[in-house]
């Protein structure tokens, strides 16, 4: 076996992933940047809430980039999931394509590559060959040169708003009093008051009158 093929490991399942080299994630130092159709491609049981912690400890230099397809924009739930990203101050930006790998790509030494599910398993080669690496890098970097930055991709594009969050924008818009709202909803006034602060991020609003114009604008309500 060459030393390159020696240093290149595929390992079956996220379970196996996260055990063989889920201490890869959490120690980024200069450059973590990944793509995935959507945020679920690398969810890696047990393992995500020590990934997030290690990444606060990380120096703040770290650069982190993360490239998705647009159905990672397909539900309210994923869409605030990216704009909380993109407020961490993490480089997010939609591909119209299809992403040519779904990749992670560590410090410019490792990259992990997730297979296609197969019978519900997927496969992740995790690479170290130098050559192999840079030459994964130099596609991420192409294919990132030829996206749109989260902001602009959203810029015109109703946001993707669930039947609450479309039924809060009406009472909003009829002017009913948030205690009046919440009872309606059968939410807690802390609850609606949250729920209506998560639109008004979804319709880049800064505030309730500027959110009801931008609904009228995307044709969310009449």
């Not at 970097?141 to 015109?156: I, K, M, P, Q």
């Amino acid at each position: 076996m060459s030393p390159d093929q020696e240093r290149n490991v595929t390992l079956r399942g996220e379970v196996e992933l996260a055990a063989r080299a889920g201490h890869l994630f959490g120690h980024a130092r200069e450059e973590f940047v990944c793509a995935a159709t959507d945020p679920g491609t690398w969810v890696m049981p047990d393992v995500r809430e020590r990934i997030i912690t290690q990444r606060w400890k990380a120096p703040p230099e770290l650069k982190v980039c993360k490239l998705y397809n647009p159905q990672a924009l397909a539900d309210e739930e994923s869409e605030r999931h990216l704009l909380a990203m993109a407020g961490r101050g993490v480089e997010v930006r939609i591909c119209p394509t299809g992403l040519p790998q779904e990749t992670i790509i560590i410090d410019r030494r490792v990259a992990v590559l997730a297979g296609p599910p197969v019978q519900g398993t997927r496969t992740y080669t995790v690479v170290r060959s130098p050559d192999v690496v840079k030459s994964v890098r130099s596609l991420y970097w192409a294919t990132w040169e030829s996206s749109l930055d989260l902001a602009e991709y959203r810029r015109g594009r109703p946001p993707a708003l669930g039947d609450q969050s479309r039924e809060i924008l009406r009472l909003l818009a009829e002017g009913f009093k948030d205690e009046t709202a919440a009872r309606r909803l059968g939410l807690s006034l802390r609850t609606y008051r949250r729920r209506v602060a998560e639109i008004l991020t979804l319709l880049d609003a800064d505030s309730r009158f500027q959110a009801g114009l931008r609904a009228h604008e995307l044709g969310l309500i009449g």
